[in-house]
């Protein structure tokens, strides 16, 4: 079966840091393009970053110079650094694995999500 699993989230100050981790079980995971996608309350999900199975990188404008997207193969698992945090960095965020065959089909995996609040 497999499994995506965040943690790390939690409450922090205007200015300060948090790393999210994203555990994979079930299946390799090596091959798959990995993301951070975000959800604040009334809002559409958006992407915040992503990094390929060749550690190709990715990020939202808003998130851009402030978060890092990492990932390590031989865990199975990918992280977002993020720094300088802001009130509207506040949202669930949630981990998404993602892999597609020569033939088209596709494997899309999500967590259960992390929440993250920014506030004094």
């Known amino acids: 079966q497999v499994q995506v699993v965040e943690s790390g989230g939690g409450l922090v100050q205007p200015g300060g840091s948090l790393r999210l981790s994203c555990a994979a079980s079930?299946?390799?995971?090596?091959?798959?393009?990995r993301g951070w996608y975000r959800q604040a309350p009334g809002k559409q999900r958006e992407l915040v970053a992503t990094?390929?199975?060749?550690?190709?990188?990715a990020y939202a404008h808003s998130v851009n110079g402030r978060f890092t997207i990492s990932r390590d193969n031989a865990k199975n698992t990918v992280y977002l650094q993020m720094y300088s945090l802001k009130p509207e960095d506040t949202a669930v965020y949630y981990c998404?694995?993602?892999?597609?065959?020569?033939?088209?089909?596709?494997?899309?995996?999500w967590g259960q999500g992390t929440q993250v609040t920014v506030s004094s």
């Open positions: 079930g299946t390799i995971f090596s091959a798959y393009a």
């Open positions: 998404n694995a993602y892999y597609r065959t020569v033939e088209g089909a596709e494997y899309d995996y």
């Open positions: 990094i390929t199975d060749g550690g190709s990188t």
